[in-house]
């Protein structure tokens, strides 16, 4: 018993340090340099400019690029940033929770039949 307390505790941990939900994007935040085209641009000569941008890929292969003007680069690269630890921590916490399952099912005193089921069976009764 005292392994899956330490598992159940771990778990509250691992969810005790979660980023906040509100604060999730999926996608990844990247620059890019470029030209604009304009004949007279700086960018001609070779000082190209730049653009950072958060892409996110969708079923099918499309993709969505969001132009991040600079006041939002460090807010999209922090929710990019928490989207990826709740992945992490669904990932610890579905180990931790295998691990449970494999531990309660092997519990003493408790049934493997009554603990597959997880209720009893009722008898039915005879139309007579």
Not at 71 to 96: C, F, K, M, P
Request: proline share 5%.
């Amino acid at each position: 018993m005292q392994a899956i307390e330490r598992l159940l505790a771990r778990r509250a941990r691992v969810r005790g340090r979660l980023p906040p939900f509100e604060e999730l994007v999926r996608g990844s935040v990247f620059t890019r340099r470029m030209r604009c085209g304009k004949p007279t641009c700086h960018c001609t000569r070779g000082v190209l400019h730049r653009a950072t941008y958060l892409g996110v890929s969708f079923a099918g292969g499309r993709t969505r690029q969001i132009s991040l003007p600079p006041a939002l680069v460090a807010t999209a690269r922090r929710w990019v940033a928490n989207y990826q630890a709740w992945w992490r921590a669904i990932e610890t916490i579905s180990a931790i929770n295998r691990d449970l399952l494999r531990r309660r099912r092997s519990a003493p005193g408790e049934s493997a039949g009554t603990a597959a089921r997880g209720r009893s069976r009722r008898r039915r009764r005879s139309a007579s």
